[in-house]
C-alpha cells in the first residue's frame, strides 16, 4: 500500500498566488480518476502523490497538464 505519504505536493492558494489563476475543473476531474487508483490525494487545500503515483509520475503529469 501507499504508506500514506505523499510526494509532489501542490498547495492550491500557492498555485493560485504564483500563476495567478485558480486550479481547472479538468485538473479536478482527471485526477479523481487518479485518486481512486491510489496514484493521488487530494483534499480543498492541496493536491499530493501517492507511494504508488510517483513511481508513475511523469505519466500523471502530463495527463494533469
Known amino acids: ?3 500514506n505519504y505523499c510526494f509532489k505536493e501542490v ?3 500557492e498555485f493560485e498566488e ?3 489563476h485558480k ?3 479538468r485538473f479536478f476531474k482527471k485526477a479523481e480518476l487518479f485518486c481512486k ?3 493521488m490525494k487530494v483534499d ?3 493536491a499530493s502523490l501517492t507511494l504508488e503515483g510517483y513511481l508513475v509520475s511523469n505519466a500523471i ?3 494533469l497538464i
Open 23 to 25: 486550479i481547472s475543473d
Open 11 to 13: 498547495i492550491f492558494s
Open 44 to 46: 480543498k487545500e492541496k
Open 37 to 39: 487508483a491510489g496514484y
Open 61 to 63: 503529469i502530463s495527463e
Open 18 to 20: 504564483k500563476y495567478g
Open 1 to 3: 500500500s501507499s504508506y
